[in-house]
């Protein structure tokens, strides 16, 4: 079992900042890769950002260039870095992590772009 535990997120208007947390407690961390999802109202979740336990870093096209993901294994923790946030942003925001067959998900955080 693998706990995640979200923090940040909040209003923010187009061409702001913003950073989510994302810890995982009591967990073996350093070796697996994490990950960022997002659900916009009516849509299905999508992927947004994943960072390898090696720190090999992926974007989503739609992100590339303005979202930042990382990682501090001392923290037991993953970050996602989003600056020039556009309206089309707004989502809750997940982060994720697999261990082999089972996926577990942090709470979700709110992203709301609007000015």
């Known amino acids: 079992q693998v706990e995640l535990v979200q923090s940040g997120g909040g209003l923010v208007p187009p061409g702001g900042s913003l950073r989510l947390s994302c810890a995982a407690p009591?967990?073996?961390?350093?070796?697996?890769?994490m990950g960022w999802y997002r659900q916009a109202p009516g849509k299905q979740r999508e992927w947004v950002a994943t960072i390898t336990g090696g720190g090999v870093k992926n974007y989503a096209d739609a992100v590339k260039g303005r979202f930042t993901i990382s990682r501090d294994n001392a923290k037991n923790t993953v970050y996602l870095q989003m600056d020039s946030l556009k309206p089309e942003d707004t989502a809750v925001y997940y982060c994720n992590t697999d261990r082999g067959v089972l996926r577990y998900w942090g709470q979700g955080t709110q992203v709301t772009v609007s000015s």
């Open positions: 009591g967990s073996i961390f350093s070796i697996y890769a």
